[in-house]
């Protein structure tokens, strides 16, 4: 089993681009998760799904996009990068009815 | 307001030595907590949680809801612990809230 799979590993954005993260998971978990983790700071969520074709909104979802149309993916999407977007973004899933997470390998994003 | 607190960035200690990583955390109802560990270049991973009062790779950490504290400890540090550190909470809609991590580092 790859468990939560990446991609890209790096990318680097000019200003005003846009680009989709690409989550994927083979452990057949409802909930996946989007979050990003800044320099010395804690993870914050992003959005999150509890199942395909539910999605909703986390701490900081401003600027971000997400659907789910399988169980096994979860994209995000930023329509107009913009230099606050840089951060390392990491998705993860959750295994019910326990509440810890999984999480995939990051995806490390800088936007000038 | 849920809240986790993990008071040190950095910790340095020689190999051998014991360790105890802080955490602190603000919940009204009853806490479930996690310690989560990345090592340098792989992705974060479950270490452990209180639930299961476990111990993995020599840690242990207990829930103190008088201090509302869950510290990590180990009682003698090896130089592969070296790594982030990160406690989270669960809170009732089944998210984790996160603290902002402890860089450890294991001196030789």
């Known amino acids: 089993n790859a468990g939560v799979t990446q991609t890209p590993k790096f990318r680097i954005l000019k200003i005003g681009q846009s680009m989709t993260l690409q989550c994927a998971q083979d452990?057949?978990?409802?909930?996946m998760y989007w979050y990003r983790q800044d320099p010395g700071m804690g993870l914050k969520l992003i959005y999150y799904?509890?199942?395909?074709?539910?999605?909703d909104k986390g701490e900081v979802p401003n600027g971000y996009n997400v659907s789910r149309s399988t169980t096994e993916d979860f994209p995000l999407r930023l329509e107009l990068a913009a230099p606050s977007q840089t951060s390392v973004y990491f998705c993860?899933?959750?295994?019910?009815?326990?509440?810890?997470?999984?999480f995939g390998p990051g995806t490390r994003l800088t936007v000038t | 307001a849920q809240r986790v607190t993990q008071p040190e960035k950095l910790l340095s200690v020689f190999k051998g030595a014991p360790v105890e990583l802080k955490c602190n955390y603000s919940?009204?109802?009853?806490?479930?907590l996690f310690w989560y560990v990345q090592y340098s270049r792989q992705r974060l991973q479950l270490l452990l949680r209180?639930?299961?009062?476990?111990s993995i790779k020599g840690f242990t950490a207990d829930l103190n809801k008088g201090e509302t504290s869950f510290h990590l400890k180990k009682p003698f540090a090896q130089e592969e612990d070296s790594a982030m550190y990160y406690c989270?909470?669960?809170?009732?809609?089944?998210?984790?809230?996160w603290g902002a991590g402890t860089k450890l580092i294991i001196k030789p």
């Open positions: 993860a899933t959750r295994r019910e009815p326990l509440g810890e997470q999984y």
């Open positions: 452990m057949n978990h409802n909930y």
């Open positions: 799904s509890v199942g395909a074709g539910i999605t």
């Open positions: 919940y009204s109802g009853s806490p479930e």
């Open positions: 209180h639930i299961s009062r476990e």
């Open positions: 989270a909470l669960l809170d009732s809609n089944y998210q984790l809230i």
